[in-house]
């Protein structure tokens, strides 16, 4: 039998280790959901409404400094379409820089990873707009001195202050977005992508004198030329703010230090550590940190993982541990089942949707497979349901890579959820499914498990293509857009 329901299990502690932890009913009563999501749905409304005003704003700027008016000629409306292409194109940087920022109203309306799709699906719309900039102001400006197009920006560069930075920009800006395409990112290791991206602050840091020295548009003493100053400010505040600042009081405010390190299965260990203050996170069950354990050969290295069972405070200062656990899948993660107890970690988190806090529905679904059982894990411990509102379905190709599987029949047995194993190999040759072969020749889908799916919220968390055929179950089964909460652990 490999669709298994399971049974209730022997008692058993969270890590095989001297804690013993119980696990309360925690009701769905008080929590309204759906007022939860109308709350978010709002807001995100507002992030777009905000978003798209500040690319018609940027137009606004140009029309309110008589822009349209000064068109009489092929060279000036050249000249006016590079000025308005420059504009969005920066307010369109500027954006992506917001949403990168890790700004927690946005990581809490709309999740880390959609903030970085977003993010990356403004790259190219961003690059093609400074790239039409660059090309349409040449073309204007040539025509106006009887130049071509390659005279005249020699020209730009050698007479004009401050015109050779924004060439340096443009080439920045080229480097980053081809870098940053998924063929090309995938042939590099993520540090070397990771620091070809960091040329994003080079790129936007030189583009910006020769707005304020050489553009009409923001000349002295003009409200558009405070506005502009105002939102470049705003951003870069919001970087160093998010991005610096918060990291270091985090990991100054907790402590945290590596406590335990313990095997789960090959290849996969729990990282136990303790610190302070962790009451401020508790709840936060499933989401994700970043996270440097400051070891030599080590603290460079940021790895996201996400928690795999709820924090746990119980001194007066919140002074209790927290729990990852993590897969060997590469260089990094393998050297972290060689840390040593009295390792230091630096924190940045908690960020993502992946808890309670994107619940709409009272009754949920968690489905995970392989290394992304763990968060479920920590999110059925915390999240709020009453007993029967709740299905785990845990699929891996044998028992023993259902990680954690244990804790999490002991957590549905005490907060009466139902759970299902889902082990055995995958269909061969058939892409499109996520249920383990005998399941499939059975007829199941997702809501033979789940028969009340459609009025839950979905959790899921595995590997990419897997998670893809889950989803799409999913929708089949009725579940809206909405109630699909996904992590996904690949970047
Ligand atoms: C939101 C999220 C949550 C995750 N939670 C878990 C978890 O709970 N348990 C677990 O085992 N794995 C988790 N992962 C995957 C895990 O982060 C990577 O497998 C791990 O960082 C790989 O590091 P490596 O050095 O072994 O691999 P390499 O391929 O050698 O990676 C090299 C570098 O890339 C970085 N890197 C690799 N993957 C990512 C990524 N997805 N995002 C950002 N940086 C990355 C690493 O930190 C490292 O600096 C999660 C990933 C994400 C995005």
Redesign the pocket.
């Known amino acids: 039998m490999n669709s298994q329901l399971m049974p209730a299990p022997p008692a058993h502690s969270r890590s095989g280790g001297p804690e013993v932890r119980t696990y309360p009913a925690i009701p769905a009563g008080p929590h309204n959901f759906a007022s939860q999501h109308r709350r978010r749905r709002l807001r995100s409304d507002a992030l777009t409404v905000t978003a798209w005003s500040s690319v018609a704003a940027s137009l606004a700027l140009w029309l309110a400094d008589g822009g349209a008016r000064g068109i009489d000629s092929a060279a000036s409306a050249f000249t006016a379409m590079g000025i308005v292409a420059g504009l969005a194109g920066m307010d369109l940087v500027l954006l992506m820089l917001l949403l990168a920022a890790r700004i927690p109203l946005i990581d809490r309306t709309i999740g880390?990873?959609r903030a970085l799709e977003f993010h990356g699906k403004l790259g190219k719309p961003s690059l093609y707009l400074l790239l039409a900039h660059g090309l349409l102001i040449a073309v204007g400006y040539g025509m106006a001195e009887g130049l071509d197009p390659v005279s005249e920006s020699v020209a730009l560069w050698v007479q004009v202050p401050d015109m050779w930075l924004a060439f340096i920009s443009m080439a920045l800006f080229l480097a980053v977005v081809i870098t940053s395409l998924v063929a090309v990112r995938r042939r590099f290791?993520?540090?070397f992508w990771y620091g070809v991206h960091l040329l994003t602050y080079a790129a936007v840091a030189t583009s910006i004198p020769h707005q304020f020295s050489v553009g009409a548009v923001f000349a002295e003493g003009t409200w558009q030329r405070w506005y502009w100053m105002a939102i470049c400010v705003a951003t870069g505040t919001a970087l160093l703010f998010f991005r610096v600042l918060q990291p270091v009081l985090a990991t100054y405010r907790h402590r945290l230090t590596v406590s335990r390190i313990q095997t789960v299965a090959p290849g996969?260990v729990n990282i136990e550590m303790s610190g302070r203050q962790l009451d401020r996170l508790t709840g936060t069950g499933g989401r994700?940190f970043v996270w440097r354990f400051l070891a030599p050969g080590l603290w460079w290295?940021?790895?996201?993982?996400?928690l795999?069972a709820e924090p746990l405070a119980h001194g007066l200062q919140g002074e209790g541990g927290l729990r990852?656990?993590?897969?060997?899948?590469?260089?990094?993660?393998?050297q972290l089942a060689r840390l040593r107890p009295g390792t230091k970690v630096a924190v940045e988190g908690p960020?993502?949707l992946f808890g309670t806090a994107a619940r709409t529905r009272d009754k949920v679904v968690m489905i995970g497979a392989g290394?992304g059982i763990?968060?479920l894990r920590a999110l059925l411990e915390s999240t709020p349901f009453s007993p029967g509102n709740a299905t785990v379905l845990l699929r891996g190709h044998s028992e023993q890579e259902l990680y954690l599987s244990v804790e999490i029949l002991e957590i549905c047995r005490n907060r009466g959820a139902r759970l299902f194993h889902l082990t055995g190999p995958r269909v061969d040759g058939d892409p499109h499914t996520w249920l383990p072969e005998e399941a499939v020749r059975r007829g199941h889908t997702l809501a033979a498990y789940a028969p009340d799916i459609s009025e839950s919220d979905v959790y899921v968390c595995g590997p990419a293509g897997w998670a893809r055929n889950v989803v799409a179950d999913a929708r089949t089964a009725g579940v809206r857009a909405e109630q699909i909460h996904h992590?996904?652990?690949?970047?």
């Open positions: 880390h990873d290791p993520y540090e996969v994700f290295h940021p790895h996201p993982f996400s795999s990852i656990t993590v897969r060997n899948l590469g260089r990094g993660s393998a960020y993502g290394i763990t968060p992590e996904r652990f690949d970047w």
